[in-house]
């Protein structure tokens, strides 16, 4: 079993950025897929970004040019990048794995992080 730790949430101002972090413990995620989705109060869970286990990459369309996914394998650790944030962008983000192959659904994943808290403000 992997334990997911997200950081790097907080408050910033629209255009601003913010880099979230998921750090891994109790196995190696270098052969995961990873995600990253968010949840915004009275909204479904909707995917941001993945990274496959050969670093391939999947955005969703609300976020390409803006976000940017990567993983650093010696540290056991995805990151999300992002830049130009909106107000929409508002939402809890949580990390997760699969070792089923990437995917934007989130029943494909099965380890989850608690999430962190990203508040954009207009």
């Known amino acids: 079993q992997v334990q997911l730790v997200e950081s790097g949430g907080g408050l910033v101002q629209a255009g601003g950025s913010l880099r979230l972090s998921c750090a891994a413990s109790?196995?190696?995620?270098?052969?995961?897929?990873m995600g990253w989705f968010r949840q915004a109060p009275g909204k479904e869970r909707e995917f941001v970004a993945g990274?496959?286990?050969?670093?391939?990459?999947a955005y969703a369309d609300s976020v390409k040019g803006r976000f940017t996914i990567s993983r650093d394998n010696a540290k056991n650790t995805v990151y999300l990048q992002m830049n130009s944030l909106k107000p929409e962008d508002t939402a809890v983000y949580s990390c997760?794995?699969?070792?089923?192959?990437?995917?934007?659904?989130?029943?494909?994943?099965?380890?989850w992080g608690q999430g962190t808290q990203v508040t954009v403000s207009s």
């Open positions: 997760a794995a699969t070792r089923r192959g990437l995917s934007s659904a989130p029943d494909r994943y099965d380890n």
């Open positions: 109790g196995r190696t995620v270098s052969r995961d897929a």
């Open positions: 990274i496959g286990w050969l670093s391939n990459t």
